[in-house]
C-alpha cells in the first residue's frame, strides 16, 4: 500500500510579504510533486497564507497534471460557513475532513488541537512564520518538538525558526 508523503501547512492570518511566501511555497510545492511518489497536503482555512497555499497547490496540481497529490481541508469543527457552502468546499479541496476531538472543547481550543493533529500526522511542515506567537508558530513550535521537518517561507523569520537542525532543504 502506498504510503503518502503527508505535509501540513501552518501560516499567520495575515503575510507580511505576499511575493516572496508565494514564490517560495510555488518552489517547494513544485519540488514535492515532482520528487514524491504521492503528497497529501493538510491545511486549514483561516487567514492569507492558507487560502494563497491551497491556491497554489492547485495551480501545480494543473501544471503538472500528476494525479500523485491530494488536498485535504482540516477543519477544527463543524463551521456554519462549511454547512452553507459545502458543495463549493467538496468541489475546491480533494476531500475535507472535521477533526472530531476539538468538538468537546471551548472553539479556541479546538485550533490548538486541530493544528497538533495536523503536525502529528506530518512527514514535513510547510510554514510562514515572521513573529513570535500565534497559533501556527505554536503548531511549528508542536511540530519542532516531534523532531519534524519545516520549510519557512518567510522572508525574515523568528530567529528560533532560522537556522534548526530540521529545515527541509532540496535543490
Known sequence: ML???????FGHRIIADTHH???ELEKIISHLILTKEYVEFLIGRNGDFDIL???????????YDRANTSLTLILPY?????????????????SVEIFSSSRKTHFKAAF?????????????????IDHSGGGAYNAVKYALSLNKQFYNTASTPPPELSDPQNIYRFP
Open 3 to 9: 504510503k503518502p508523503y503527508t505535509v501540513s501547512l
Open 21 to 23: 511566501a508565494s514564490s
Open 53 to 63: 497555499a491551497a491556491s497554489i497547490i492547485r495551480r501545480c496540481i494543473k501544471r
Open 78 to 94: 463543524p463551521t456554519a460557513e462549511f454547512a452553507r457552502n459545502e458543495e463549493y468546499y467538496l468541489s475546491y479541496y480533494d
Open 112 to 128: 490548538s488541537l486541530r493544528n497538533k493533529y495536523m503536525a502529528d500526522r506530518s512527514d514535513l511542515i510547510i510554514c510562514c
